[in-house]
Every structure is written in structure tokens, then in C-alpha cells.
């Protein structure tokens, strides 16, 4: 699993990443607002208030919201998150 050691919120709803391995990139988080959960995202002040979870070593918010981080490291590289995955799974069998 991939740790983000860094967060910054960005405008147009996107946020920049840094990972444990030093990648780094930014994520547009945008069609996932207003949807489900991500409704809280419509007040930018909520959005703009993301931390790092000390627990998963992902991006969340207050009230449980949180995404996942090799789907993030995925859309950081510009990759499909099944091949992340894949990879992980051949490095820890």
C-alpha cells in the first residue's frame, strides 16, 4: 500500500500528493463532487480542511471520509489502478 506523507488542497477541487517513495502529482477530485458522501465537498472550506490519516496514511476529511491511496498513486502516475494493484501483488507473493 502506497503512504501519502504530503497534502495540498488545490483550487478546482483538486489536491497535490506527495508519497513515501517520493512521487508526487496533483488529482483532480472534482466529479466527485456532490455525490454520495462527497457532498460535503460544496463547501470548499470542508474540502480545503484535508489531512493525512496517521492510521491509513491516506487523504480524509472529518466524518469518516477518506480515499483510497494506491487508487490516488494510480491517477498521480496517469496509470489504470488495477495495474498498481497487480504489481503490488507479484513484489509481496
Do not use: Q
Amino acid at each position: 500500500m502506497h503512504e501519502i506523507i504530503e497534502v495540498k488542497p488545490l483550487s478546482n477541487y483538486r489536491v497535490w500528493i506527495k508519497f513515501s517513495d517520493g512521487v508526487e502529482g496533483t488529482v483532480d477530485l472534482s466529479e466527485l463532487v456532490g455525490e454520495g458522501v462527497f457532498k460535503a465537498w460544496e463547501d470548499i472550506e470542508f474540502f480545503n480542511s484535508v489531512y493525512i490519516d496517521p492510521e491509513s496514511h491516506t487523504i480524509a476529511w472529518k466524518g469518516g471520509i477518506d480515499l483510497c491511496p494506491d487508487n490516488l498513486y494510480a491517477k498521480v502516475l496517469g496509470v489504470e489502478p488495477l495495474s498498481i494493484l497487480k504489481k503490488e501483488l507479484v513484489v509481496n507473493y
